[in-house]
């Protein structure tokens, strides 16, 4: 699917057609090995032009294809045909050139881009390397250190960038195929053997081993068990090391390893799942096809704490009107200025305006009275958001719609104080709810489609994963966690210590370790929540075990921890030490070790060796457990669902998938055995006794993710 016309006389121009991005599937393939050979042949034709239809270049591969067997034409001797001919041909960028996009485009003599265009090579996030070339021709025209970064990131850069680093030959506002076509024939005569990459060595610093060095150590410590940009790394060491082909054979090499491995399977399922869960359905039958969002232009946040400046920034950025409402002065002053110095740092970040301008603060409610939507971010306390709910209800248009923050709380009970329950829904951010892509948008019983419509559609303009889930308590991620935080906590009574779970976490991918979140997050919100739970303090029924609560296993040890006044980073002590109240590097601290001895003595807990593999399997089989739960319960609408809303809000490694994804993967017998152990060995801990959508799922042969809806039974589906 290429289009192939002679233009000016003497200029080939072949352009792609295969709309929206103009993948380089089969037929693309076919058609740009086609229309090449007969350019080259053509004695008429003294230069080519190759360009995407509709302002769009090539936006790469055609991922829909990799789970087939290959068809067409090979791209790496078709990028080779272009190089090798012996007529110049010219890359006209707009748009995107993105992977074999951009690889095709290096592969052409020169590189006309539009000033809006993008390129990058991406596939290191879907755990694959540039595999036509791209990690051979890239180092070799822009040097070792900025291809390494380019390449192991796989982050896009601007048409100006890319001309600062060498990638493009002429970057214009005007139009680039236009621009193209004239220097097409502009360069007819001159040299082409400077222009073919594969002509030329990598250009390398004297220490150039101690760069790759460096940079593998960097890419491994950054990349937390993912192959994909170590294996980048070792295909640019091919670039400087060895010859071009030699190096298109590594290059090979490694794009076969990776491409049969789990982790570019999880990546590419991430890839297809995030694009996904924007497509909601509820049980009424609407669903984002037939639900029409309303129009937001102006709206409102209450609280300026940390979630509400962060949601405040994020409206702002979004280029929406916002007023700021905090009804304490002090508060809204010490807001105001936070908020200010974070969409100027933003702002001198990506070098745009900080558009201070669609923001107003006040103290008083009242003027709302024009918003089309308002979001709560009040204190987590029911009594303060039904207040604050309350009034909103008289003082907003009887159309705006009425947003929660809450990260837990009863959506419908909240609304149920409202005159318009049914404009009401939850969008709980994550902290930094300016920088976190997750929104979990709660549907209350009452909510309607087109208000979940609006709070999905606003999630979008904020550059937000939105995922819609039902109302229960914690939703879907915050219900998901108890568990796993559970079993932590048991594991530590058992003999573990804060630093061996957090290493086995770390070395599974995850950024951080459960108790390292705990100290970042701060001890004392968990703590105020078990106080409000009845779980410790005052209203603990003194007929429970100090180690039982509500007829199950209870640790206290977290509270024993805030009760000595160690509340996290905030107070430069909590599961670790710190240098000082606010540090970031956490040390163990031989204090929290005696605390656990003392305690496993007082309880008469007899301490065992505990390994790493244990550790994961009771944290995260426990969590997945609970993830069929939700399932069951209906409060999500597939594994898909969920595996989003680790992967973008609770630091979930990408390469494993979401935990859905990696029950699959490690095989539900294996899971569902492994509960099974686990619960004989701790009958009082109900949450690892296995659901029934777990056990039913491997009666019926462990059918794959994609297949698991069938097996729902949602007579009470909560969306």
């Not at 915050?478 to 630093?499: I, K, S, V």
């Not at 309880?603 to 609970?626: K, T, W």
Request: hydrophobic share 40%; with cysteine.
């Amino acid at each position: 699917m290429a289009r192939y016309a002679q233009v000016q006389g003497s200029v080939a121009l072949i352009t792609l057609t295969n709309p929206p991005v103009n993948a380089l599937s089969a037929g693309v393939r076919l058609g740009i090995t086609e229309t090449v050979t007969r350019a080259l042949c053509d004695p008429k034709v003294k230069s080519v032009v190759i360009c995407g239809e509709n302002g769009v270049f090539c936006g790469g591969a055609d991922i829909r294809e990799f789970a087939k067997p290959m068809t067409g034409p090979p791209l790496v001797p078709m990028i080779a045909a272009i190089e090798e001919g012996d007529k110049p041909v010219v890359a006209a960028i707009e748009g995107v050139a993105f992977g074999g996009g951009l690889e095709l485009a290096l592969g052409c003599h020169y590189r006309i881009a539009h000033s809006k265009a993008r390129v990058g090579l991406p596939e290191v996030t879907l755990g694959l390397l540039p595999a036509a070339g791209g990690t051979q021709r890239l180092p070799r025209l822009i040097g070792l250190a900025p291809a390494l970064e380019l390449i192991t990131t796989g982050r896009h850069v601007t048409a100006q960038e890319a001309l600062k680093l060498g990638i493009v030959d002429k970057v214009t506002d005007q139009s680039a195929l236009d621009l193209a076509i004239q220097f097409a024939q502009e360069v007819v005569g001159q040299p082409l053997l400077p222009r073919k990459l594969s002509t030329q060595l990598t250009p390398c610093p004297p220490d150039v081993d101690a760069i790759l060095d460096e940079a593998m150590a960097r890419v491994k410590q950054r990349a937390r068990g993912a192959m994909a940009p170590v294996a980048c790394v070792q295909a640019v060491r091919a670039a400087v090391n060895l010859p071009y082909q030699a190096g298109m054979q590594k290059e090979q090499e490694l794009m076969a390893f990776l491409f049969r491995s789990s982790q570019a399977r999880a990546l590419q399922y991430c890839f297809f799942a995030q694009r996904a869960v924007g497509k909601w359905s509820l049980s009424s039958g609407a669903h984002s096809g037939n639900s029409k969002p309303r129009p937001v232009t102006k709206a409102a946040v209450i609280g300026l704490g940390t979630m509400g400046r962060g949601i405040t920034v994020a409206l702002v950025k979004a280029g929406l009107s916002v007023v700021a409402v905090e009804t304490n002065k002090k508060q809204l002053e010490m807001g105001k200025q936070m908020v200010s110095a974070m969409l100027k740092h933003d702002a001198q970040k990506m070098n745009a305006v900080s558009r201070l301008d669609l923001l107003h603060y006040t103290t008083d409610l009242s003027e709302l009275k024009n918003t089309d939507l308002i979001i709560e971010a009040v204190f987590e306390d029911m009594a303060l958001k039904k207040e604050v709910f309350k009034k909103l209800s008289s003082v907003c248009k009887p159309d705006a719609v009425l947003c929660t923050n809450t990260s837990g709380l009863d959506v419908d009970e909240l609304a149920s104080v409202t005159k318009r329950p049914e404009l009401v829904v939850g969008m709980h951010f994550f902290a930094p709810a300016h920088v976190m892509k997750l929104l979990e948008v709660v549907r209350g019983s009452r909510s309607s489609p087109e208000v979940m419509a609006t709070a999905m559609h606003l999630g979008k303009r904020l550059g937000k994963v939105s995922v819609v889930v039902g109302n229960c308590s914690g939703f879907v991620g915050n219900r998901m966690l108890r568990p796993y935080l559970d079993q932590a906590n048991f594991l530590l009574e058992e003999g573990a210590t804060p630093e061996l779970v957090d290493g086995a976490l770390e070395e599974f991918g995850f950024p951080m370790g459960v108790f390292k979140v705990s100290d970042l997050s701060g001890l004392d919100v968990g703590w105020r929540i078990r106080k409000e739970a009845g779980l410790t303090g005052p209203n603990v029924d003194s007929k429970d075990p100090s180690r039982r609560r509500q007829g199950r296993r209870y640790s206290p040890l977290p509270d024993l921890v805030c009760e000595q006044g160690r509340l996290g980073q905030k107070s430069g002590r909590g599961w670790y030490l710190y240098d000082k109240p606010g540090g970031r590097v956490a040390t163990p601290d031989p204090d929290i070790h005696k605390l656990l001895e003392d305690y496993r003595v007082r309880h008469g807990i007899r301490p065992r060796q505990i390994d790493r593999q244990e550790v994961l399997e009771r944290s995260l089989f426990a969590l997945i457990n609970e993830g069929f739960r939700v399932l069951e319960d209906g409060m999500a609408m597939g594994p898909e669902d969920i595996d989003m809303i680790y992967v973008f809000g609770y630091g979930w490694p990408r390469h494993r998938g979401g935990p859905m994804f990696y029950a699959a993967m490690v095989g539900l017998p294996k899971v569902l055995e492994r509960l099974e152990y686990y619960q004989q060995v701790h009958p009082d801990v109900p949450h690892l006794q296995p659901s029934s959508l777990l056990r039913r799922l491997v009666v019926n042969g462990s059918p794959p993710l994609d297949k698991w809806r069938d097996f729902l039974q949602r007579p009470h589906s909560q969306l």
